[in-house]
């Protein structure tokens, strides 16, 4: 494989990684308080709407990340997805 078509493997590897990593970590958010989940939202969709997240298909993606945030924001039982919450 070229260099260049290895790079972009390795760049989408790296983004199901992240997506993971987030995953767990919003699976972990019910250990937060109500208003600490909240917060966390509220900073999330501000970073999202700031000039560091250029990409409309980055912001596209991350509709995903607002689902699972919103879920996890309303319930202290979250464990990762929201079907579970959303119907």
Known sequence: ??????????????????????????AKMGALTKEE????????????????VRAPYTKEIARELIGQLSAAGMYADYRGSPDAYIQ
């Open 37 to 52: 989940r909240e917060e966390v939202l509220r900073s999330v969709l501000a970073w999202l709407g700031s000039d560091e």
């Open 1 to 26: 494989m070229r260099d260049e078509a290895q790079t972009l493997v390795d760049v989408c590897k790296d983004f199901v990684r992240a997506m993971a990593r987030a995953e767990e970590a919003l």
